[in-house]
C-alpha cells in the first residue's frame, strides 16, 4: 500500500489543482474497484484448500 501511495505522489505533484483533482479520482476509482472485488468474492470459498 505504501508503494502505491508514494508512486501515486510522485506521479501528481502536490502543488497543481487538476493533478489534485486527478489523484482524488484515481484514488476513488481504486477504493471502488477494491470494494467490487470484494463483492464479487463474498461467498466464495477461498480457503487453501480450495486452490
Known amino acids: 500500500m505504501t508503494a502505491l501511495a508514494q508512486s501515486i505522489a510522485r506521479v501528481f505533484p502536490a502543488n497543481s489543482l487538476r493533478s489534485s483533482i486527478a ?29
Not at 26 to 37: D, E, I, S, Y
Open 23 to 51: 489523484r482524488h479520482v484515481l484514488l476513488f476509482g481504486f477504493a471502488v474497484l477494491f470494494v467490487a472485488v470484494l463483492r464479487a468474492s463474498y461467498g466464495l470459498d477461498l480457503s487453501a484448500g480450495f486452490f
